[in-house]
């Protein structure tokens, strides 16, 4: 009796004890369907769940279409490194969680860079000092005009860099300007500075479709695969004056002057105030008070004011020996220094200093000899 409770008791303890133990380590060596994320051959971790972990993946890729034109055609989004979903199977004990994965996806390189703007800024200045280009500065900041940035204003100068570089290609199609070209029309009547315009130039339009690869949002390509012309352009056609410098026409024009007659020529004179016989330097053309003289040609005021006797006086420097000057004059347009164009108004008839009557007297000075005007007029 007594061997056949120890038997008894014997399969109570086996049944009860050693079997639920042995079931135990059954369960742990039990293996689950799961999907190895694996990049460039390395495995990053193991999930159970393949629809949240693609979830994820998109959500993660999608971030970088925030600046993209909602109209535009997303071809393809990919990573720049070999991303696979493995399927294997594993122990409860070797799965990652979903939020070991979004760490390890979303893992960061290098945070981007911002500076901000200061007075005097610009996007040649700041390219320089950051050793990029331009064109690599407006690729950061894409919705930046670089011709208007303000002070406190915020520029990327080095993106935002993730472990996990993602590819998209893109096709976008927009409407674009085309430059008209201008038509140019000799006229000698004209300085060489004047223009006028005869028909103003119309821009036409293009449809362009461009192929554009981003990565991580950045541009990384961008090619035109098509043009289609939708309006041409009108070409300008505008009128340039030849005359460098100014010259007598008609009776009372004088070039340098609007004038009624030659009051004095150039050459051997009796002064008019002295008596004296002398040597005329210039040429006098009398005319209206107050009417505008203009410049012979291009040419550097090198004296504006009272000179003696000339009274209010010009003096203009045109280069290569030829120096030309205005005298007796009521009033002064120019200063010293100033470039000045030919036929442009410099000041206007009077009769200050030795003068007899309103009238301008005209001098033309070649290598520091005087000649007589009417040779250049």
């Not at 004047?194 to 293009?206: A, L, M, N």
């Not at 033309?364 to 000899?369: A, D, E, T, Y």
Request: hydrophobic residues 40%; neutral net charge.
């Amino acid at each position: 009796m007594l061997k056949r409770i120890i038997a008894i008791l014997l399969v109570v303890i086996f049944v009860f004890g050693i079997f639920p133990v042995l079931i135990s380590w059954a369960d742990y060596l039990k293996k689950e369907p799961a999907y190895e994320f694996v990049v460039d051959g390395e495995v990053w971790f193991t999930v159970a769940d393949r629809k949240a972990l693609e979830e994820m993946i998109d959500e993660y890729q999608r971030q970088f279409l925030a600046n993209v034109d909602p109209h535009a055609a997303i071809k393809k989004i990919s990573f720049a490194q070999d991303v696979q979903l493995v399927p294997t199977e594993v122990r409860k004990d070797q799965l990652d969680s979903l939020a070991y994965a979004r760490e390890r996806i979303y893992a960061v390189e290098n945070e981007a860079v911002e500076i901000t703007i200061k007075k005097g800024d610009n996007f040649w200045s700041l390219a320089r000092a950051y050793n990029l280009t331009v064109a690599d500065l407006e690729i950061l900041n894409p919705d930046v005009d670089p011709h208007r940035i303000y002070p406190g204003e915020k520029l990327v100068i080095s993106p935002f860099n993730p472990v996990l570089d993602v590819l998209i290609e893109l096709e976008n199609t927009v409407v674009e300007t085309v430059p008209f070209t201008i038509q140019y029309q000799k006229n000698n009547s004209m300085f060489s500075h004047e223009k006028q315009i005869v028909r103003s130039g119309v821009e036409g339009e293009k449809e362009v479709v461009y192929h554009i690869t981003l990565r991580n949002g950045y541009q990384d390509t961008l090619e035109a695969i098509k043009e289609t012309t939708l309006k041409e352009p009108v070409n300008a056609i505008v009128r340039i004056g030849t005359r460098t410098t100014v010259s007598r026409g008609g009776r009372v024009n004088y070039g340098v002057v609007q004038g009624k007659r030659i009051s004095s020529a150039y050459g051997w004179r009796i002064h008019p105030i002295t008596g004296q016989k002398r040597f005329h330097e210039g040429l006098d053309i009398a005319a209206n008070p107050g009417n505008a003289v203009y410049a012979y040609t291009d040419g550097r005021v090198i004296e504006a004011g009272w000179n003696g006797g000339y009274g209010l006086c010009i003096l203009v420097d045109h280069g290569n020996g030829l120096r030309t000057r205005y005298a007796h004059l009521s009033r002064i347009d120019v200063r010293a220094g100033q470039k000045i164009k030919v036929g442009q108004r410099i000041g206007a008839v009077g009769s200050t200093g030795n003068s007899t009557g309103p009238h301008l007297h005209f001098e033309v000075i070649k290598n520091g000899k005087t000649q007589n005007p009417l040779n250049y007029l």
